[in-house]
């Protein structure tokens, strides 16, 4: 039986993770922050399922002592970090929050990490570090130039650090460039979240410029099975991989797309474009898919009505 740790476990993409890891007979602990970001009743209300199957620890990454008492209470073969704090726009208010979290916190793990010897360490990136891409489909080759957030630029120093473990202590690492996840228990912050519980209760949209912004959409069972191939893989000892649905959806299809799923009508309330926000996000996932033999099964015709259903059963 493998030990795995999981950082970030209670959240969104985390929670999904640790599931599927413990069906598949691993050991996981879990460490989580449970901060306030978004209600953190929500994260644990996501650890409930396997609260006694799994070891939560609940502690701060950014807490050096912290991670290193708990890499000394366990070996771990590989260390999945998911944890960080996310989002463009927040990093852009409270940068430094980021920097300590994301670069400082990842620091931390790698260290720990390399003192006790641990082979496998898969980093959770975003398809933030592309920024201002001109080229469509993203792929993992193009050229970093742009990154245009405080959020964006921790991933990117992440996958350096990942990059700088594996050349000088040998760790094998796996960096995962995220595009745009979602699914049930997606954070209460995102965009399908949001607009389904909007556009539910009959209350404004907002929606950020003309509509015609693009974003590479994800189901989250598509994300995780790409994040357990990263955690088996054996090829280069490090490496990067986009992880996407490998389709772009605008933002006015994806409100028309979360209007159909509810059988309602949104009420929209025209914004302008916000600082940090990227024209398009698109993942070319050839390599992951010749590599990790990751596939998206499901298009976002089939998972925003998944979504839903996952809402509205939620709310009885």
């Known amino acids: 039986m493998i030990n795995v740790l999981v950082t970030g476990g209670a959240g969104f993409i985390g929670s999904h993770t640790v599931e599927r890891l413990l069906a598949q007979g691993a050991n996981v602990t879990v460490l989580d922050e449970f901060n306030d970001y978004y209600d953190p009743a929500i994260k644990r209300a996501n650890v409930a399922p396997f609260q006694h199957h799994a070891r939560i620890v609940e502690g701060d990454l950014r ?25 463009v726009r927040p990093s852009i208010e409270d940068p430094a929050l980021y920097l300590a979290t994301n670069i400082n916190g990842t620091f931390h793990l790698l260290e720990a990490a390399k003192a006790t010897g641990v082979p496998r360490f898969v980093f959770a990136s975003s398809s933030s570090v592309y920024g201002i891409n001109k080229k469509v489909p ?10 245009i957030s405080p959020y964006a630029m921790t ?3 992440g996958e350096q650090m990942c990059s700088n473990y594996t050349n000088l202590y040998g760790i094998r690492s796996v960096c995962l460039r995220f595009f745009t ?9 995102l965009a399908i979240s949001k607009f389904t519980r909007l556009i539910d209760l009959g209350l404004p ?16 069972e598509d994300i995780v099975d790409g994040i357990l191939a990263a955690a088996r893989y054996q090829g280069d000892l490090f490496d990067i991989f986009n992880l996407g649905g490998s389709q772009t959806t605008t933002l006015a299809g994806l409100i028309a797309a979360v209007e159909t799923a509810l059988g309602k009508t949104a009420l929209i309330q025209d914004l302008p474009l916000q600082p940090g926000d990227v024209p398009i996000t698109y993942a070319d996932v050839a390599k992951a898919q010749r590599l990790l033999g990751y596939t998206p099964h499901t298009p976002i015709q089939e998972g925003i009505p998944k979504y839903v259903q996952w809402y509205q059963q939620r709310q009885k």
Do not use: C, W
């Open 63 to 87: 807490d050096r002592a912290t991670v290193d008492r708990l890499f000394a209470e366990g070996t771990f073969d590989t260390v999945i970090h998911l944890a960080a704090r996310a989002g």
């Open 205 to 220: 949209v907002p929606r950020y410029g003309d509509g015609s912004t693009a974003r590479d959409y994800t189901f989250i």
């Open 155 to 157: 991933k990117m120093a």
């Open 181 to 189: 996840v979602y699914g049930p228990r997606q954070r209460p912050d």
């Open 138 to 147: 993203f792929a993992e080759t193009d050229r970093i130039e742009q990154t």
